[in-house]
């Protein structure tokens, strides 16, 4: 594993490129396999009585295994690039727009121009000011098989989940939808899974979770600006 200047995603925000008027500068279309620390469903998503949105404790532990279906930034393809999000949202990502601590993972298989082209449209999509931010390289695998997702980070070393479909009750699974996720302008609802297993031990940061909130979800996320 390689780690990578954070300065790369700082300076990847302040890149100008070239886009006809009204036509999105950025845009990315992406499958996620999503776990955190919260029981199912994670409260983050939803409002409480003063409007503001606060994890189910004082922090919710995830990890996301993001495959790009399409997309492009500029003149750079995104499609079949991966990238694995590891972090703590904390309590006052909600409130105050902060987040506790992440670690951007790209896969060896994505080029510096994605990689430099990915780094602005991840920030964006979550929009949040992170206390601790890292960047580094690692192997990303994901496979489906019926009613199990499971994804590695760097062989499962770094990272590993193991997720099992909620049935439902017809057995075809529960989707929720009508809810926004984070920055991104389109998704096509949070498909209900829990997790067998979901663990981290990346860049200083362990956790380990079971029987936990877990979902799959294709988001869109856009933009007319790299600022």
Known sequence: MKALPVVVLVLALAVSLAAAPGEPLWRMKADYVEACSCHLFCQCYFSDSHGHKHAEHPFCKFNMAVTVREGHSGNVDLANTKYWLTGDLGDKWGTEKKATWVTVSFDPKTTQAQRDALAPIILKTYDLEWGELKVQEA???????????????????????????????????????????????????????????????????QFSYADRNAFLITIVSQGTSAK
């Not at 990303?140 to 909620?166: C, F, N, P, T, W």
């Open 139 to 205: 192997s990303i695998e994901i496979h489906q098989s019926g009613d199990i997702v499971e994804a590695k980070l760097a062989d499962g070393k770094q990272a590993y989940l193991k997720l099992q479909r909620e049935p439902g009750i017809d057995g075809k699974g529960v989707v929720l939808k009508n809810v926004k996720y984070f920055e991104a302008v389109q998704n096509d609802g949070f498909q209900m899974y829990k997790s067998i297993e979901h663990r981290a031990d990346v860049a200083g940061h």
